[in-house]
């Protein structure tokens, strides 16, 4: 019937969108109460100040990282780079229940900030993209309840997931380094729904005529809210860092 108001859940993209954030978070969180334990028990570290050190680093990648990503998503277009960071993400996992040592835990957690950063700008974009202004709101409030939902299930997961290996006889240790491994199915699930469930939506990416293509730090450079967001975010980051020392 035209005129007819298509409902929000049927819109373009927008459940593959809102449930791979839904099963990221999930596995994220499904960490949340080991991580700690993982430095101290696992991999023998006497200062917890070495971890906000490591969180601070990568975190400081991922958020250098995302204005030029959004300005890829821009030219190139959004699906490919929202995927691309799952996977990275899944990746991240998988290399940190690997850990022996805590030095080990670097570039799993660099790679794990910088797929973040590569998701993010062009998740936003597809789902703006995807529904109309009137219905933004709406759709980015899906994506957040989805998203802390996901963070609310994970840590319950986990926990019972660890039982479970304790239950079946596996020893502590290789307990614990499984979770990892299990917190990373979930993102599978995100990269398949990304790859499979969405596709663009807008069709004039590109440089248009008479623009110059810009890349790197110019892009902050020229314009002044995107520089002075850029360097609180990075402030902020090292204060998160810091709650850890």
Same mark, same amino acid.
């Given at each position: 019937?035209?005129g007819?108001?298509?409902?929000?859940?049927?819109?373009?993209n927008?459940?593959?969108?809102?449930? @791979? @954030?839904?099963?990221?978070? *999930?596995?994220?969180?499904?960490?949340?109460?080991?991580?700690?334990? !993982? /430095?101290v028990?696992?991999?023998? $570290?006497?200062? *917890?100040?070495? =971890?906000?050190? $490591?969180?601070?680093?990568?975190?400081?990648? +991922?958020?250098?990282?995302?204005?030029?990503? +959004?300005?890829?998503?821009?030219?190139?277009g959004?699906? #490919?780079?929202?995927?691309?960071?799952?996977? =990275?993400?899944?990746?991240?996992?998988?290399?940190?229940?690997?850990?022996?040592?805590?030095? #080990?835990?670097?570039p799993?957690?660099?790679?794990?900030?910088? %797929?973040? +950063?590569?998701?993010?700008?062009?998740?936003?974009?597809l =789902?703006?993209?995807?529904?109309?202004?009137? #219905?933004? +709101?709406?759709? &980015?409030?899906?994506l957040?309840? *989805?998203?802390?939902?996901?963070?609310?299930? %994970?840590?319950i997961?986990?926990?019972?997931? &660890?039982? =479970?290996?304790?239950? *079946?006889?596996? #020893?502590i240790?290789?307990?614990?380094?499984w979770?990892?491994?299990?917190? @990373?199915?979930?993102?599978?699930?995100?990269?398949?729904?990304?790859?499979?469930?969405?596709?663009?939506?807008?069709?004039? !990416?590109? $440089?248009?005529?008479?623009?110059?293509?810009?890349?790197?730090?110019?892009?902050?450079?020229?314009?002044?809210?995107?520089?002075?967001?850029?360097?609180?975010?990075?402030? !902020?980051? /090292?204060?998160? %860092?810091?709650?850890?020392?």
């Amino acid at each position: 019937m035209a005129g007819r108001e298509v409902r929000l859940t049927k819109m373009t993209n927008v459940l593959p969108i809102c449930f @791979a @954030a839904f099963f990221n978070d *999930m596995g994220s969180d499904m960490l949340f109460a080991f991580y700690p334990i !993982f /430095f101290v028990q696992i991999l023998h $570290v006497s200062e *917890m100040k070495v =971890l906000g050190l $490591v969180d601070s680093l990568a975190l400081l990648f +991922g958020f250098i990282i995302m204005p030029l990503v +959004g300005r890829l998503a821009d030219i190139r277009g959004r699906k #490919h780079l929202i995927w691309g960071g799952y996977s =990275l993400l899944l990746i991240s996992r998988l290399s940190q229940g690997l850990a022996r040592v805590w030095q #080990h835990l670097i570039p799993p957690k660099i790679l794990y900030q910088i %797929g973040r +950063g590569i998701r993010n700008p062009p998740r936003e974009a597809l =789902l703006a993209d995807s529904v109309p202004p009137s #219905h933004r +709101g709406r759709a &980015f409030g899906l994506l957040g309840s *989805m998203d802390t939902f996901g963070a609310v299930i %994970g840590p319950i997961l986990g926990i019972g997931l &660890f039982q =479970l290996f304790l239950n *079946m006889g596996v #020893h502590i240790d290789e307990a614990y380094r499984w979770i990892f491994f299990c917190a @990373a199915a979930p993102t599978t699930i995100s990269v398949l729904l990304i790859l499979f469930g969405t596709r663009e939506v807008r069709k004039d !990416f590109g $440089v248009r005529r008479g623009e110059k293509r810009r890349w790197g730090f110019s892009i902050l450079l020229k314009d002044r809210i995107l520089l002075l967001l850029t360097l609180v975010t990075m402030l !902020f980051t /090292f204060w998160k %860092g810091d709650g850890f020392l």
